[in-house]
């Protein structure tokens, strides 16, 4: 019965419905994502005069976690020798609407455009997402870009003023590593 099915979809397309397959983009992400991460923030210094290109690092933690259609974000930054910091972000992928949105309890949602959705492969890429917002307490518009890879998750920032063609600055970069080492090949 199938090679007679599959033959008569082959000579007439439009006798069957489409079958269009399930998306796969979230729960791809969702695989590629989940888990714990250790790496470093790396920003722009505000304190520095405004031709300063000095730069802070910070140890960082990020543990990424399901929360029902999106995901929870939870950063651990090491800032100082008896300070530490934690910030909560629900991060929602999604593909079918070409966005991204960024919450947390105390500012407003941010969302942004994406462009890589459709290159992912098994969740793993880079996206590219751009929205607005604000830097240094200024209108400010943003570019991130986001590099997901088996073991390596960087996030780089950039912004411009608010209606400017200038070129993107860099504002700050997360280069993460898998908390858990990769088992070694036998």
């Not at 033959?7 to 007439?12: E, I, R």
């Not at 250790?38 to 802070?56: F, N, Q, W």
């Not at 020798?81 to 609407?97: L, R």
């Not at 997360?174 to 070694?184: D, E, K, L, M």
């Amino acid at each position: 019965m199938r090679p007679l099915l599959l033959a008569a979809a082959l000579l007439f397309p439009c006798a069957l419905p489409a079958q269009v397959a399930p998306p796969q983009t979230q729960h791809d992400l969702n695989h590629a994502l989940l888990g714990d991460w250790i790496g470093v923030l790396e920003y722009r210094d505000y304190s520095e005069p405004a031709t300063s290109t000095k730069r802070v690092q910070l140890p960082t933690w990020l543990t990424i976690a399901p929360a029902g259609s999106s995901q929870t974000w939870h950063y651990l930054y090491d800032d100082g020798p008896s300070k530490t910091v934690e910030e909560t972000d629900t991060i929602t992928f999604d593909p079918a609407a070409a966005t991204y949105t960024e919450s947390d309890n105390a500012k407003p949602p941010l969302t942004f455009r994406v462009t890589g959705y459709d290159a992912l492969h098994n969740g793993r890429g880079q996206l590219v997402l751009l929205g607005s917002g604000t830097d240094n307490n200024k209108p400010s518009e943003t570019r991130i870009t986001l590099t997901i890879r088996r073991n390596l998750l960087t996030i780089l920032e950039e912004t411009r003023p608010a209606g400017s063609s200038d070129p993107f600055a860099f504002r700050h970069a997360f280069t993460f590593t898998r908390a858990t080492p990769p088992q070694p090949s036998k």
